[in-house]
């Protein structure tokens, strides 16, 4: 029962938090604040990008996903690595990919790994026909509750489901803010490819 309600927690807080941050495509050198970043070996890049790519097709990497140098960290001996995952002709779709590689660019599976596309295996759920309009029109069409404010809703990793999901939560009530907010409210979880609704979950922050 424990994990299941941290796991609504993530859940919600993935929704709640909005990450803004610059797309970077390109590595540099001037002490521009992200110079230990560039200095990737390329070996352990290119094992980086395998990586990936033995997910997510050659084809589907060259043309979606790219390095983010900016947010890329080594803590030796790990490198802590970060993609940008964005397909321009479908906006809404703008996340990171992260995991762990040591420095012989081996996968580090005892680090979360998240934001992959398993495109290969699965590319329905790659599609992302889904948009952020239709996913709420699905919402509204099973009977989400409007709740005290509007709703919330993302794309977001599902770390359970290893896939992308719209998530639109609705709030029932809440009070006070930051550290000190308490709430609670219903989730509807709905794949992207095909609007199917994957779980209907009650959250609480007490």
Known sequence: MKNFKNEILISVLSVLVVVVSGITFYSCSCGCGAANNSDIPVDILTKAD???ISKTGKDFFNNYISPDFSLIK??????????????????YVDELIKFTVDSAGNINRA???????????????CNFSIDKKTAIQIARDSGLEEGVIEWKYGLVWDSGLQKYTWHILSTFSQSGAAND?????????????NGKILATNIWHIP
Do not use: Q, T
């Open 50 to 52: 395998d990586y990936i």
């Open 181 to 193: 907010y308490k709430g609670n409210g219903k989730e509807l979880v709905i794949d992207p490819g």
């Open 111 to 125: 680090e979360e790994i998240s934001g992959i596309p398993d495109f290969k295996n699965n590319p329905e759920s």
């Open 74 to 91: 080594y803590n030796a001996p790990n490198y802590r690595m970060v993609y940008r995952f964005f397909i321009p002709e479908k906006p």
